[in-house]
């Protein structure tokens, strides 16, 4: 194993009718911007159980946070956080709500006078605004890391930014809040839990024996209740350990002492910025043609996926990888997730020279755990998956 630091301090409050304990973690002079997205909230309960809870605190609300959270809808809540001397945020949404927070945090206490150069000048972020979250949509675990990613219409760009400052104080986790989310949404919670898992174990064997069966307990505890999520989210159970293995898949744990991978999405982030497909989707479109691509590097890793999480035992090292990746294809299809670019939009042509090119006016040389995949094979691999 790789050696390693290790720290989350976010406090998981998790389980049935939590979101009332929200009283108890918020500072009771804290001015309080309360952030939530395109309404969902106000329809499936959740608002009135944060309104209720936070009734002895002063709070000012912002909702309207669009999926894949945009700069210019953040730059108005910029606003209101400077005009209202707001001292905490809380998220009550999920990833793009979670997501834009985490730029505020990072943009409320930011010096430069343009806000987007954390984004495109790898601005660490040390110190954020407090905030707290209510995690409405179990998928991407941003209620559990201090990752964020933004998108700008303006420019069609999708960055990430970061920063030891934005990890969550708290978040509450109450998996009943799955009931009122449409079959795409908690579909693509599957995939995108399950391709973060994908990206930090499908690299090469290092010997990290605990690491690994971390990650394949999280990728056979999706598969099994993959099902059951979509087929009834009113399923507890179902729903509980749905939500706990997204957290755990992305909340800094599987990571350490291993390496990663992240190309799938890193190439992803350019597909919803291009086309607005969901964040998900992209991923299960790249992560087939990804594998296939580099194969050679990635066959042992996938051959041991392929044995204990897809309990294929027959065949060599490379019919078992291949097999791996074919099981993977198949569950994202399960999922009623489509894996090639051109079910998603007919105008594809030129979008694998496009984003090689992005990656290389950034200066993206080497992605991948190898720090190897350049931005020709990356357009190779975009192709691939057309
Ligand atoms: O906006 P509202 O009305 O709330 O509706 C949302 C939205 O339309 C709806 N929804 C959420 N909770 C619901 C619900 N509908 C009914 N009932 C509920 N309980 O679901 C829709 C999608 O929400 P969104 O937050 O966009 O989804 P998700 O959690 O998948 O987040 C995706 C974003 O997170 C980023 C993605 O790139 C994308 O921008 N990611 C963040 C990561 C991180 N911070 O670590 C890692 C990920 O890899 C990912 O990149
Ligand atoms: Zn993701």
Redesign the pocket.
């Given at each position: 194993m790789n050696n390693f630091e290790f720290k989350n301090p976010t406090k998981v409050i998790f389980g049935k009718d939590t979101i009332a304990k929200l009283s108890e973690e918020i500072p009771a002079d804290a001015k309080v911007l309360l952030l939530?997205?395109?309404?969902?909230?106000k329809?499936?309960g959740?608002y009135d159980q944060v309104k209720t809870a936070l009734s002895n605190v002063n709070v000012t609300e912002f909702g309207g946070?669009?999926?894949?959270?945009e700069y210019a809808v953040l730059m108005e809540a910029l606003k209101v956080i400077k005009d209202k001397e707001i001292t905490y945020l809380l998220a009550v949404?999920?990833?793009?709500?979670?997501?834009g927070t985490?730029f505020l945090s990072a943009a409320a206490l930011y010096d430069g006078d343009t806000p987007w150069d954390i984004l495109t000048q790898n601005i660490k972020t040390e110190k954020g605004m407090p905030f707290g979250t209510v995690l409405?949509?179990p998928?991407?675990?941003?209620e559990m890391?201090s990752?964020?990613?933004i998108?700008r219409k303006e420019t069609q760009e999708?960055l990430?930014m970061g920063g030891p400052g934005l990890f969550p104080v708290f978040s509450i986790l109450d998996p009943q809040?799955?009931?009122?989310?449409?079959e795409r949404?908690l579909a693509?919670?599957l995939t995108?839990a399950f391709?973060?898992v994908l990206e930090q174990y499908m690299t090469y064997p290092i010997g990290a024996r605990l690491q690994d069966r971390f990650a394949e307990s999280i990728l056979q505890t999706l598969i099994e209740v993959a099902p059951n999520v979509i087929k009834d989210p009113t399923d507890y159970k179902a729903a509980a350990d749905f939500m706990w293995s997204c957290t755990m898949a992305?909340n800094g744990l599987i990571q350490k002492g291993v390496p990663t991978d992240w190309a799938v999405?890193a190439i992803g982030?350019e597909l919803?910025a291009m086309f607005g497909i969901?964040?998900?989707r992209t991923?299960a479109v790249i992560a087939p043609s990804h594998y296939k691509f580099n194969f050679e590097a990635k066959k042992e890793k996938l051959a041991q996926y392929a044995e204990r999480v897809w309990n294929v035992t027959e065949g060599s090292i490379d019919d078992k990888a291949y097999a791996a990746i074919e099981k993977t294809e198949a569950f994202f299809k399960e999922l009623g997730i489509d894996t090639k670019l051109s079910d998603y939009t007919g105008d594809y042509e030129g979008t694998a020279e496009k984003i090689s090119k992005r990656f290389t006016d950034r200066g993206w040389e080497g992605l991948g755990e190898h720090q190897s995949l350049t931005p020709d094979n990356v357009e190779k691999i975009v192709k691939m998956a057309y």
């Open positions: 939530y997205g395109g309404g969902s909230i329809k499936n959740i946070i669009p999926a894949n959270p949404g999920g990833g793009s709500v979670i997501d985490k409405t949509l998928a991407t675990g941003s890391n990752g964020s990613v998108t999708k990430a809040v799955i009931t009122s989310i449409p949404q693509n919670g995108d391709t973060h992305l999405h982030h919803t969901d964040h998900a991923l």
